[in-house]
């Protein structure tokens, strides 16, 4: 591709949009699947542009060969994969003409593609993930770059299953929102749309080159740590998700930082992850909930582990402040009454004299006691600035992203932007909470003179390195 290949393909996608309403996302996400090496699945109802979706994808790639079948139940091998040899039966060999065909395509477009029959699709898996048709005694090599697949409806069974994992993307596409019907009428016919320039289309090279690039780009630890715990939840949730997906998860993640010129998997381009996990459009809004209340926020500092922190110590202070003691001098020691302490009382037998404490009064506490105190609010305070850094700077990241990004969802940046904002406002009152228990504990009744007796610490989950 051209140095300036973000440029290049914000030009393409421009292109592509034309005239399309309330597909943004869906185009994008079928680009980057095809610059990726992987396939689209369109999960919605006839009618919503997933075929223009695929023709338009088309053109996106020079010289690239298109192929377009509608399946139904009664469809046969002949219609994806071509007719049989007449000469090659002659000679007695199973062949078919694949000229024209699946097999020699490099963008497809298979509309209904799970009412074909198993024998179908337990041949397209092979062609889908390892790029080979098996043509009579042989293999042959395919030119595919990716397929997009169409569907109403998923059925679940297993060769379905099998088949449903090659699609990396899936992408439910609904009916134009009401908001924005107007605007569909207004597009008419044909929707307005050009074909792409030539001086935009890309070419192998374009696409090794790029290949090339995302096989260096790095993965740092904050995106690893977010997949290892997402792979929890959908374990938790009794989700199964293959290595194999999320290999090719990673690697289509390489290709969006590598599209945009990073040498690194920036941790907001997990954003993209619903559409290359989740089964389905409920599943992936939650998936996109769990990401938008997680991403930005560092699980050993988040606000309610800090909330149960500054509460500890709210609570240490109001049973400081209400606490009742024995009554002490000047020095310290225990008061006890003249009467007490006068030589000439003893007990009937003539015994000693019991000294008797006269009474007890709110409890006091020396220097070393408060000055402990209050180096551990200074401490949690130090952590809770560091998370408040953390926290801004993880919102400028958000925004640079945000003005550069080809390929994640407005809606969800825009989600992630309002959770690391939420964060910052409860990190900023737990500051404050904790800014006042400090002078809570620097208000406590003194001792005229320190005891030196430094009190327990106050107990709580500990925080976590970030």
Avoid at 85 to 94: G, T
Avoid at 311 to 321: N, P
């Amino acid at each position: 591709m051209q140095p300036k290949r973000s440029a290049r393909l914000k030009a393409i996608i421009d292109t592509l949009e034309r005239g399309l309403v309330e597909r943004r996302h869906s185009v994008r996400l079928c680009l980057l699947a095809a610059l990726a090496g992987e396939h689209t699945l369109l999960i919605g109802p006839p009618g919503t542009a997933k075929s223009e979706l695929a023709r338009r994808l088309h053109t996106v790639f020079r010289d690239a060969r298109y192929f377009e079948r509608l399946l139904t139940r009664f469809s046969v091998p002949e219609e994806l994969f071509g007719p049989l040899s007449i000469k090659a039966l002659e000679e007695d060999r199973y062949e078919r003409h694949i000229d024209g065909f699946l097999p020699d395509a490099s963008i497809a477009f298979i509309d209904e593609v799970f009412k074909a029959n198993s024998a179908i699709l337990n041949a397209l898996l092979t062609l889908l993930n390892e790029r080979e048709f098996d043509n009579g005694a042989g293999r042959v090599h395919c030119p595919l770059i990716s397929a997009i697949g169409a569907t109403n409806a998923v059925p679940e069974d297993e060769v379905a299953d099998a088949f449903f994992d090659r699609f990396l993307v899936r992408v439910p596409v609904a009916a134009v929102s009401a908001a924005s019907f107007g605007a569909l009428l207004q597009v008419g016919p044909g929707c307005g749309w050009t074909p792409l320039p030539t001086g935009l289309a890309l070419d192998k090279n374009d696409l090794a080159a790029l290949a090339t690039e995302a096989a260096t780009v790095g993965i740092p630890a904050a995106p690893l740590a977010v997949l290892a715990e997402l792979r929890q939840y959908f374990e938790a949730e009794k989700v199964y998700i293959s290595d194999r997906r999320w290999v090719k998860i990673v690697w289509l993640l390489r290709v969006a930082a590598a599209s945009e010129g990073r040498s690194a998997v920036a941790l907001w381009d997990l954003l993209l992850l619903p559409w290359l996990t989740a089964h389905d459009a409920p599943r992936q809004a939650a998936v996109a909930d769990w990401l938008a209340a997680r991403l930005g926020v560092s699980e050993a500092c988040s606000p309610e582990r800090l909330t149960r922190i500054v509460e500890a110590f709210e609570a240490q202070l109001d049973a400081e402040q209400k606490a009742n003691d024995l009554d002490y001098d000047a020095s310290g020691r225990l008061k006890f009454s003249a009467a007490d302490l006068a030589q000439d009382i003893g007990d009937a037998k003539g015994g000693a004299a019991a000294p008797r404490m006269t009474y007890s009064r709110c409890r006091r506490y020396g220097e070393t006691h408060i000055g402990a105190r209050v180096g551990q609010i200074d401490a949690l305070l130090a952590r809770i600035a560091d998370y408040a850094k953390e926290i801004s700077s993880q919102r400028e990241s958000l925004v640079a992203y945000r003005a550069q990004s080809l390929w994640v969802d407005e809606n969800l940046t825009d989600r992630g932007a309002a959770a690391v904002a939420a964060t910052a406002a409860a990190i900023a009152r737990l500051a404050e909470r904790a800014r006042s228990a400090r002078s809570g504990f620097l208000s406590l009744p003194r001792l005229e003179q320190d005891n030196g007796v430094a009190p327990e610490p106050v107990v709580y989950e500990s925080v976590g390195e970030h």
